[in-house]
């Protein structure tokens, strides 16, 4: 009896080993093969000819708004969804609850800078926005976002900079191209 005890010990204990170290793999292939396909689509989204940039840009916002955890996802589309329905408050509570619980998680700060950005709070949406750019350096729409924020702010050469940094990115982005085009016009004082 003894014997068959270790016997299932050994076993346990041989498995749970397996185990960890199969869940250590894959937590350490899987987001490299993420932001092997992250990078994929960077290089289509890029590219100047055809349509290709449109599945691309489908495909990085898709991986950008997944956070790995249900819960935490859930909470960026009940921020979402109560921001296109004007509930400033509500989208703030939300989107704050996930950068609480899911501090890497960079569509949440880009989302709760909408909010702010939305309310008219520019220094919560610009902490927030840096943070976004901190954790996402290719995040072409915070980049955009901060260039509409900073020529509302009468910021017209910063503007300029981020929708420039923008278009590097992405160049396909019409508010970005608009945004560019506009301060590139006033600067040479040909603005109607």
């Known amino acids: 009896m003894r014997l068959d005890r270790n016997i299932f010990h050994d076993a346990v204990t041989a498995l749970r080993r397996n185990l960890l170290t199969i869940l250590l793999i894959s937590a350490t292939a899987f987001p490299a093969v993420a932001q092997d396909t992250l990078n994929d689509a960077f290089d289509r989204l890029a590219q100047s000819e055809g349509e290709g940039w ?3 840009e489908s495909d990085i916002l898709r991986e950008w708004s997944r956070s ?4 935490m996802d859930v909470l960026l589309q009940r921020g979402e969804a109560a921001l296109d329905m004007g509930d400033i408050p509500a989208a703030v ?3 704050t609850a996930l950068t609480d619980h899911a501090p890497d998680f960079a569509a949440g700060f880009h989302a709760r800078a909408a909010a702010y950005a939305a309310a008219g709070q520019f220094g919560p949406a610009l ?3 840096a943070r976004t750019l ?3 350096p290719r995040h072409f729409a915070a980049l955009t976002q901060l260039g509409v924020m900073l020529e509302e702010m009468g910021q017209d ?3 300029l900079a981020a929708y420039r940094e923008s278009l590097k990115i992405h160049p396909h982005q019409q508010e970005a191209i608009d945004g560019a085009a506009r301060l590139e016009r006033k600067r040479l004082g040909t603005d109607i």
Do not use: K, M, V
């Open 157 to 159: 050469d910063r503007a």
């Open 134 to 136: 901190q954790l996402e």
């Open 93 to 95: 509570g939300h989107l």
């Open 68 to 71: 790995g955890s249900p819960a």
């Open 127 to 129: 902490a927030d926005l």
């Open 54 to 56: 449109r599945n691309a």
